[in-house]
């Protein structure tokens, strides 16, 4: 059984080009959750998909915008990219059963994205 | 304004002793608090949560204590191994969104 799985693993772009991130949630969940992490800090919540609506979002502009599929994937674009766009951005899925918003997320190693 | 911080960026300790991680947290609403461990080119992985109504969850080596009037939690590692070297994240999360701390960084020394 296959955990979180993201792509690309690295990746680098240029200040101002547009990027997407892709993530495949662990088999059986529903709910995928992005974050992204400097350097030294903890993660930080972008946003969560559900049914392929986003449910919930972070304090991130609206540069940042996702995507969920019928299959569960999602996915993470990011406009206009800056320089301090720069940072791990780590995946996570869970599973929504009703009102049980705690459950435990499995990550994804993370896409490294480095703004040049 | 960081809603939940852990305060030591690194602890060190030898092995079979106890490890005690700490975390604090300002936002009252929270409902679940999770600790995460994080190895260099991994993503974080779950350790063990425990939801505001309770004050102590255990783990095998791994418990959790909770004081919702100190807004405080501990997580305690006894006894801690080489192998729990790690980076440990606290979250808290309310309608499922998570908040995490900037993490502390375990060194446990044979």
């Known amino acids: 059984d296959a955990g979180v799985t993201q792509s690309p693993t690295h990746l680098i772009k240029t200040r101002g080009q547009q990027v997407t991130l892709r993530c495949s949630p662990k088999?059986?969940?529903?709910?995928v959750s992005w974050y992204q992490q400097a350097l030294g800090q903890g993660p930080q919540f972008i946003f969560q998909y559900y049914e392929e609506e986003e449910r919930q979002r972070g304090n991130f502009p609206d540069r940042f915008s996702g995507h969920q599929f019928p299959n569960y994937s999602s996915e993470l674009n990011v406009n206009a990219l800056l320089l301090g766009d720069s940072a791990l951005y780590l995946c996570?899925?869970?599973?929504?059963?009703?009102?049980?918003?705690?459950?435990?997320?499995?990550f994804g190693q993370g896409t490294r994205l480095t703004v040049v | 304004d960081q809603q939940v911080k852990q305060n030591s960026p690194s602890l060190s300790v030898q092995e079979g002793r106890i490890s005690i991680l700490n975390c604090d947290y300002t936002?009252?609403?929270?409902?679940?608090f999770l600790w995460y461990k994080k190895y260099p080119a991994e993503g974080p992985t779950f350790l063990i949560s425990i939801s505001s109504i309770k004050d102590k969850n255990e783990d095998g080596r791994f418990t959790v204590f909770l004081n919702k009037s100190a807004k405080h939690l501990s997580l305690h590692i006894v006894p801690s191994q080489p192998g729990d070297s790690a980076v440990y994240f606290c979250?808290?999360?309310?309608?499922?969104?998570?908040?995490f701390g900037d993490g502390t960084t375990l060194t446990v020394k044979p």
């Open positions: 979250a808290a999360s309310v309608a499922g969104k998570s908040t």
């Open positions: 088999s059986g969940h529903d709910t």
């Open positions: 936002n009252s609403m929270f409902d679940y």
């Open positions: 996570a899925s869970s599973l929504r059963t009703g009102d049980l918003m705690g459950t435990e997320a499995f």
